[in-house]
């Protein structure tokens, strides 16, 4: 039983640290970030079905009732070996399916968590805060990740998502910070005593995520009665088209060819019905805003990867080209709009892998401003840059980079996640970070889903 403790110790002690072998997130290239467009996924890693638990035919210390095997040679571990196997169980294991199903899912869950999603066991598994931000990601893309119509959400899987999120969060109840305050005893004296209060970041930031959550679905659920409707692509023709037996149909682009067409009436949407939608897009759209907010405010306060700056290029004219290092050393007033339109930028993908560059090449002029202090924390190195020389000539191509980047964003909002956030969210080891960065992805991602159908309905019914 010693041995026993000791090894459970071990793989706990192992499963703390994230594991170069087990990556959550590849590192950002050109076909990996459409994989890793903000909340893709294919799978919920609380919703599939796993088995962990064993039995052991040693004495149980707690004098628990022990399942026994008739066949001795052929061991079965899991909870489904023992479901397909239950001809050779004793009657004793009807016992244990009477147990509380919910009890059941809350260990799987549990075992997930331990184990950093190393199935095996073997410790290879990714830190916790890793194996939150991916659960979540995956809850996300198990539920919505097919709703691809403005409809109310499935019942089953609302509950799915609403029990889910509930025992994820519920991490956050447990986070607090500790601060010396002062105490009065009875006689008077006052003394320094140690208190828990509630973690300011998630004090403030997850009851307003939930909000956003709950206004969301029941966005969704207001499309209940709709003058709309919808039609997949192969059961149009062009002749059914033009007869308006379908109505108006919107206009999609060909690199939406996977969603449903929206259609209305020949006619088109009573006035009624084409003002509900534009409130419910400009509120969908609100709500877009503030989960962007509060996800690029998380990314801001996460540590930058050591692994990144030490791939960074040895200078920023490397990292951009020769045509955007020139217009960005122009000695007259910089114009990062300017910029971007004399770019031409055609795809999500060029916009990307500029953003990609435009932050590499920040970084690297920032740690050359900073060269001359070296110092080992990153950190340190922020301290100096907020004392630096506004004339120094690598801090203000790094300004200026700064300002490129947040005008690229603001033009795509749309863009996935470059590749230092990348960075950050698979080496970050913070949960409460995690789940707080997370959350507001998955419902940054809903939020822009929904605007977006709203518009090809509006589109169809103005065409």
Same mark, same amino acid.
């Given at each position: 039983m010693?041995?026993?403790?000791?090894?459970?110790?071990?793989?706990?002690?192992?499963?703390?640290?994230?594991?170069?072998e087990?990556?959550?997130?590849?590192?950002?290239?050109?076909?990996s970030?459409?994989?890793?467009? /903000?909340?893709?996924?294919?799978?919920?890693a609380f919703?599939?079905?796993?088995?962990?638990?064993?039995?052991?035919? &040693?004495?149980?210390?707690?004098?628990?009732?022990?399942?026994?095997? &008739?066949?001795?040679?052929? =061991?079965?571990?899991?909870?489904?070996g023992?479901?397909?196997?239950?001809?050779?169980?004793?009657?004793?294991?009807d016992?244990?399916?009477?147990?509380? =199903?919910?009890l059941?899912?809350?260990?799987?869950?549990?075992?997930?968590?331990?184990?950093g999603?190393?199935?095996?066991?073997?410790?290879?598994?990714?830190?916790?805060?890793?194996?939150?931000s991916?659960?979540?990601?995956?809850?996300?893309?198990t539920?919505?990740?097919?709703?691809?119509?403005?409809?109310?959400?499935?019942?089953?899987?609302?509950?799915m998502?609403k029990?889910?999120?509930?025992?994820?969060?519920?991490?956050?109840?447990?986070?607090?910070?500790?601060t010396? *305050?002062?105490?009065?005893? /009875?006689?008077?004296?006052?003394?320094?005593?140690?208190?828990?209060i509630? /973690?300011?970041?998630?004090?403030?930031?997850?009851?307003?995520?939930?909000?956003?959550?709950a206004?969301?679905?029941?966005?969704?659920?207001?499309f209940?009665e709709?003058?709309?409707?919808?039609?997949?692509?192969?059961?149009?023709?062009?002749?059914s088209?033009?007869?308006?037996?379908f #109505?108006?149909?919107?206009?999609l682009?060909?690199?939406?060819?996977?969603?449903?067409? =929206?259609?209305?009436?020949?006619? #088109?949407l009573?006035?009624?019905s084409?003002?509900?939608?534009?409130?419910?897009?400009?509120c969908?759209?609100?709500?877009?805003?503030a989960?962007?907010?509060?996800?690029?405010?998380?990314?801001?306060?996460?540590?930058?990867?050591?692994?990144?700056?030490?791939?960074?290029?040895?200078?920023?004219?490397?990292?951009?080209?020769?045509?955007?290092?020139? *217009?960005?050393?122009?000695?007259e007033?910089?114009?990062?709009?300017h910029l971007?339109?004399?770019?031409?930028?055609?795809?999500?993908?060029?916009?990307?892998?500029?953003a990609?560059?435009?932050?590499?090449?920040?970084?690297? $002029?920032?740690?050359?401003?900073c060269?001359?202090?070296?110092?080992?924390? $990153?950190?340190?190195?922020?301290?100096?840059?907020?004392?630096?020389?506004?004339s120094?000539?690598?801090h203000?191509?790094?300004?200026?980079?700064?300002?490129?980047?947040?005008?690229?964003?603001?033009?795509?909002?749309?863009? *996935?996640?470059?590749?230092l956030?990348?960075?950050?969210?698979?080496?970050?080891?913070?949960?409460?970070?995690?789940?707080?960065?997370?959350?507001?992805?998955?419902l940054? #991602?809903?939020?822009?889903?929904?605007?977006a159908?709203?518009?090809?309905?509006?589109?169809?019914?103005?065409?």
């Amino acid at each position: 039983m010693e041995h026993l403790s000791k090894s459970d110790d071990t793989s706990a002690d192992q499963n703390d640290q994230p594991s170069s072998e087990t990556p959550a997130y590849s590192t950002m290239s050109t076909d990996s970030a459409r994989a890793y467009f /903000r909340t893709n996924s294919d799978t919920s890693a609380f919703s599939e079905t796993v088995d962990d638990s064993s039995y052991s035919s &040693e004495p149980s210390p707690s004098h628990w009732p022990v399942v026994k095997c &008739e066949r001795q040679n052929n =061991p079965i571990l899991g909870r489904l070996g023992m479901k397909q196997h239950k001809h050779d169980v004793n009657e004793d294991y009807d016992d244990i399916e009477c147990l509380d =199903p919910e009890l059941e899912t809350m260990k799987e869950r549990f075992a997930k968590l331990l184990l950093g999603e190393d199935m095996s066991g073997g410790g290879k598994g990714v830190c916790t805060a890793v194996t939150i931000s991916n659960a979540i990601t995956n809850l996300y893309a198990t539920v919505f990740g097919q709703k691809l119509r403005l409809e109310p959400l499935n019942q089953e899987k609302k509950a799915m998502w609403k029990r889910e999120m509930d025992c994820l969060l519920s991490v956050c109840d447990y986070m607090v910070d500790v601060t010396a *305050s002062t105490q009065e005893l /009875r006689d008077g004296t006052s003394v320094q005593v140690m208190t828990s209060i509630p /973690r300011s970041d998630i004090y403030v930031n997850l009851p307003a995520l939930q909000k956003l959550d709950a206004m969301l679905l029941d966005i969704l659920d207001s499309f209940h009665e709709t003058e709309f409707w919808y039609a997949e692509k192969g059961s149009m023709s062009s002749n059914s088209i033009g007869s308006g037996s379908f #109505g108006r149909v919107a206009q999609l682009n060909e690199e939406k060819w996977w969603l449903p067409v =929206p259609c209305v009436p020949p006619d #088109g949407l009573s006035e009624e019905s084409r003002i509900n939608l534009r409130h419910k897009r400009d509120c969908a759209n609100q709500i877009h805003k503030a989960a962007m907010a509060i996800n690029g405010n998380i990314l801001a306060e996460m540590d930058i990867p050591d692994s990144y700056m030490a791939s960074l290029p040895r200078n920023g004219r490397e990292s951009l080209g020769d045509t955007i290092y020139r *217009s960005m050393c122009t000695p007259e007033k910089f114009s990062p709009e300017h910029l971007l339109d004399r770019l031409s930028i055609t795809s999500e993908h060029e916009a990307l892998d500029l953003a990609n560059r435009v932050e590499a090449s920040m970084y690297t $002029w920032r740690r050359k401003s900073c060269i001359s202090h070296s110092k080992s924390s $990153w950190n340190m190195v922020k301290d100096f840059i907020a004392d630096a020389e506004r004339s120094d000539k690598n801090h203000t191509l790094a300004e200026r980079a700064e300002s490129l980047l947040f005008c690229l964003k603001q033009r795509y909002p749309e863009l *996935s996640q470059t590749s230092l956030d990348t960075w950050k969210i698979q080496y970050n080891q913070d949960v409460g970070q995690a789940i707080l960065e997370s959350y507001s992805r998955v419902l940054e #991602g809903l939020a822009f889903n929904i605007v977006a159908r709203i518009e090809d309905v509006l589109n169809a019914d103005g065409a």
